[in-house]
């Protein structure tokens, strides 16, 4: 059974707009969310983290907003870039001292220049 | 450079004949982990190892083993490789009390 979730599989925006992306979970023990990004070729890289114990976390052009009341997390990116083209993870776990990743199925994002 | 190594890349063999895939990390990481990755189903983990000698089964164990002999090597062994293995593989590492983890390239296995 999935326990995260994306939907929208595929999102296309011109360069300069905003990207926004968004993760459902069913889990409420999970306490720690990550968004990861992958080009072809590639593996997934680390982009930005939330705990459950904040609402908010920006890095740059991108922020992460939880929601925990709705299972609910989004991924912000702010002006869109060309190079933000890539695959977009979401990823949940909890802090069981094993911190096992759940991974969602992933979006494509294509950045129009 | 801080990396996970994987090799090899690409790999395309016949059902049955037994392979092994490397994973190797320079950041002295105690946890490594093995996924595998499919259209529609994202990343999924097959086994994964908090420290040396100490394994454990993820998400879809079946039809896989690893080994944990040394702190830097992971691999993954099919020992009798079938078509539904056909994947994109992915090694991962990060320190124990952490969550983010690093990937390595990937390994495209294609069993026929």
């Known amino acids: 059974d999935q326990q995260v979730k994306q939907n929208s599989p595929s999102l296309s925006v011109q360069e300069g707009r905003i990207s926004i992306l968004n993760c459902d979970y069913t889990n409420s023990m999970f306490d720690y969310f990550l968004w990861y990004k992958k080009y072809p070729a590639e593996g997934p890289t680390f982009l930005i983290s939330?705990?459950?114990?904040?609402d908010k976390n920006e890095d740059g052009r991108f922020t992460v907003f939880l929601n925990k009341s709705a299972k609910h997390l989004s991924l912000h990116i702010v002006p869109s870039q060309p190079g933000d083209s890539a695959v977009y993870f979401c990823?949940?776990?909890?802090?069981?001292?094993?911190?096992?990743?759940?991974f969602g199925k992933g979006n494509q994002v294509v950045v129009i220049p | 450079e801080a990396q996970v190594t994987q090799n090899p890349r690409y790999l395309i063999t016949v059902t049955g004949k037994k392979l092994t895939v490397t994973c190797s990390q320079n950041m002295n990481h105690e946890y490594m982990s093995w996924y595998r990755q499919d259209p529609g189903l994202g990343l999924r983990q097959i086994y994964y190892?908090?420290?040396?000698?100490?394994?454990d089964k993820g998400d879809v164990p079946e039809g896989y083993k690893v080994s944990r002999k040394e702190k830097r090597n992971f691999p993954l062994i099919l020992e009798s490789p079938s078509p539904n293995q056909t994947s994109l593989y992915f090694c991962a590492s990060r320190r124990l009390a952490a969550y983010e983890q690093y990937f390595g390239p990937g390994t495209r296995l294609t069993v026929t």
């Open positions: 990823a949940a776990t909890f802090s069981d001292g094993n911190n096992r990743l759940a």
């Open positions: 190892s908090m420290n040396v000698e100490v394994t």
């Open positions: 939330i705990s459950s114990i904040k």
